[in-house]
């Protein structure tokens, strides 16, 4: 039995590990690569193997780092399952379609520069035929991937769907469990259910996003929102806040919907500008088997992502309206890191201004727009043009999908506390410099930690 880290090792993006077992090859994600464009652009047209050597995937969660190379898979010639939870298989209906679209104009604005054709990584097509591709399956319900290994999902408390992934596998009489934490959410964030950590192992892929670092608590992060609204709102500014379309939208406008009820924040329009959000906040409306059903508004509001002066803006001219709209507002555009969609114009827009806040709620991965906001750079480059930074910046970790150093090494914990024997843990989905201070914390606690470099092959 044996593992190849092909993606999101010593790196944030690109999840992809290779199972091997009995002589078949399973995928556990198939992520896109992100960052700097010149690097990622090779590495996501680069299979880790030929087509015909993967029997099956198994995918964590819809997030585009997870499954946004599903369709190259299939563009290459895959036509066997993928397997995923309902609920991720709805959301990446809407994500994948949306990523295609994304491929397509990148190609054509490329194709444009260097007055040549340029391929996309794969179209609409592709995306369509991957959607045929998914099977969902339950929680907690075991499955036979291929011969020789059974996974079951259980919930990884991250976005909506998310699952870590139990893999019983089979080979010459010895069964040995591995677990894949896919990405770890957190406890106590709104709508979707906390994370169940599997107890007992023998091997361990696991992410470390935040291995280095502790997040606000979730009740200090929404009193921390209520606070910048209502400051920023006081100003006549604007609170933009960039997000990820699923996830963090959602759980953004169930808590301003929850501090309005309270009377927390003032009653100012809140626009959520983009269509992707709009589509993903209907998946979410379609699986409330997902959620968490001992929360309060869960229980209560039929209407959980729908409040007064709620809009969702659709098209472009909307989008655009909202740059001359006046007074007090929140934005909520795409993307996570700031690197495209539609919140490029509302910062272009509204970063030189004083009153304003641009609210960050999510990570900011290095060389990205985001994290030049995050630093407060005094002159942001948007569009080709030097935008001066004088809105003030506001970080709230509380949002975050991801589980913290804390959460991190409980969760492994739990693990460990129900097999005595667990081999190794090797840590993926994290910076080089965060992956290494988490693997000295855990290597002092005792177990035995290693960071793959990309391609690394390891027996379990
Ligand atoms: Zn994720
Ligand atoms: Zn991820």
Same mark, same amino acid.
Request: hydrophobic share 40%; net charge negative.
């Given at each position: 039995?044996?593992?190849?880290f092909?993606?999101?090792a010593r790196e944030?993006?690109?999840?992809?590990?290779?199972?091997?077992?009995n002589?078949?090859?399973?995928?556990l994600?198939?992520?896109? /690569?992100q *960052?700097?464009?010149s690097? $990622?652009?090779?590495?996501?047209r680069?299979? !880790? +193997?030929?087509?015909?050597e993967? @029997?099956?995937v198994?995918?964590?969660?819809?997030?585009?780092?997870h499954?946004?190379?599903?369709?190259?898979l299939?563009?290459q010639?895959y036509?066997?399952?993928?397997?995923s939870?309902?609920?991720?298989?709805?959301?990446?209906?809407?994500?994948l379609?949306?990523?295609a679209?994304?491929?397509?104009k990148?190609?054509?604005?490329?194709?444009?520069?260097?007055?040549?054709?340029?391929?996309p990584?794969?179209?609409?097509?592709?995306?369509?035929?991957?959607?045929e591709?998914?099977?969902?399956?339950?929680?907690?319900?075991?499955?036979?991937?291929?011969?020789?290994?059974?996974?079951?999902?259980?919930?990884?408390?991250h976005?909506?769907?998310?699952?870590?992934?139990?893999?019983?596998?089979?080979?010459?009489?010895v069964?040995?469990?591995?677990? /894949?934490s *896919?990405d770890?959410?957190? $406890?106590?964030?709104?709508?979707i259910?906390? !994370? +169940?950590c599997p107890?007992?192992? @023998?091997?361990?892929?696991?992410?470390?996003?935040?291995?280095n670092?502790?997040?606000e608590?979730?009740?200090?992060?929404?009193?921390?929102?209520a606070?910048?609204i209502r400051?920023?709102?006081?100003?006549?500014g604007?609170?933009?806040?960039?997000?990820?379309a699923?996830?963090r939208?959602?759980?953004?406008?169930y808590?301003?919907?929850?501090?309005?009820?309270?009377?927390?924040?003032?009653?100012?329009?809140?626009y959520?500008d983009?269509?992707?959000?709009?589509?993903?906040?209907?998946?979410?409306?379609?699986?409330?088997?997902?959620?968490?059903?001992?929360?309060?508004?869960v229980?209560?509001?039929?209407?959980?992502?729908?409040f007064?002066?709620?809009?969702?803006t659709?098209?472009?001219?909307?989008?655009?309206?909202i740059?001359v709209?006046?007074?007090?507002?929140?934005?909520?555009?795409?993307?996570?890191?700031?690197?495209?969609g539609?919140?490029?114009?509302h910062?272009?827009?509204?970063a030189?201004?004083?009153?304003?806040t641009?609210?960050?709620?999510?990570?900011?991965?290095?060389?990205?727009?985001?994290?030049?906001?995050?630093?407060?750079?005094?002159v942001?480059?948007i569009f080709?043009?030097?935008?001066?930074?004088?809105?003030?910046?506001?970080?709230?970790?509380?949002?975050?999908?991801?589980?913290?150093r804390?959460?991190?090494?409980?969760?492994?914990?739990?693990?460990?506390?129900?097999?005595?024997?667990?081999?190794?843990?090797?840590l993926?989905?994290?910076?080089?410099?965060v992956?290494?201070?988490?693997?000295?914390?855990?290597?002092a606690?005792?177990?035995?930690?290693?960071?793959?470099e990309?391609?690394?092959?390891?027996?379990?």
């Open positions: 039995m044996e593992i190849t092909a993606g999101a944030v993006t690109g999840s992809c590990h290779l199972l091997h077992v002589g078949h090859t399973v995928a994600d198939c992520g896109m /690569f *960052g700097k464009r690097e $990622s652009e090779a590495k996501n680069t299979l !880790p +193997v030929t087509i015909s993967i @029997d099956s198994v995918l964590s969660h819809a997030h585009i780092d499954s946004g190379r599903l369709p190259f299939v563009a010639g036509t066997k399952t993928i397997w939870t309902a609920a991720t298989r709805d959301l990446c209906a809407v994500m379609m949306d990523s679209h994304i491929q397509e990148d190609a054509e604005f490329l194709a444009k520069r260097e007055k040549d054709f340029v391929e990584l794969y179209g609409m097509r592709h995306a369509v035929r991957t959607m591709l998914m099977v969902g399956v339950p929680y907690n319900k075991p499955f036979d991937v291929v011969p020789g290994v059974q996974a079951t999902y259980v919930d990884a408390g976005i909506l769907g998310s699952a870590s992934v139990i893999l019983d596998c089979t080979e010459n009489g069964t040995k469990r591995l677990v /894949f *896919g770890i959410g957190r $406890s106590g964030l709104a709508i259910r906390d !994370p +169940v107890a007992g192992a @023998d091997a361990v892929i696991m992410e470390s996003t935040y291995g670092r502790d997040h608590s979730v009740d200090g992060a929404r009193a921390h929102l606070e910048v400051n920023t709102a006081a100003r006549g604007r609170v933009l806040i960039p997000a990820f699923v996830g939208t959602q759980e953004l406008l808590s301003l919907n929850s501090l309005l009820r309270e009377g927390a924040i003032p009653s100012i329009p809140v959520v983009s269509p992707l959000a709009i589509d993903t906040t209907t998946v979410f409306e379609m699986h409330p088997e997902a959620f968490d059903q001992s929360e309060d508004m229980k209560k509001v039929k209407e959980l992502f729908d007064p002066l709620l809009h969702f659709r098209d472009v001219e909307e989008s655009k309206a740059n709209a006046k007074g007090p507002m929140i934005v909520i555009a795409a993307s996570g890191m700031m690197e495209a539609r919140i490029l114009h910062l272009a827009n509204g030189s201004d004083p009153r304003n641009i609210l960050v709620v999510g990570f900011q991965a290095e060389h990205t727009l985001g994290r030049r906001i995050v630093e407060k750079q005094p942001l480059k080709g043009d030097e935008i001066p930074l004088r809105a003030s910046v506001e970080v709230i970790n509380g949002y975050s999908a991801h589980a913290d804390g959460e991190l090494t409980a969760w492994i914990n739990t693990v460990k506390s129900g097999s005595p024997k667990l081999g190794p843990v090797w993926v989905h994290g910076e080089p410099d992956q290494d201070e988490f693997k000295t914390s855990l290597s606690k005792g177990y035995s930690v290693e960071c793959p990309p391609h690394t092959r390891v027996a379990f």
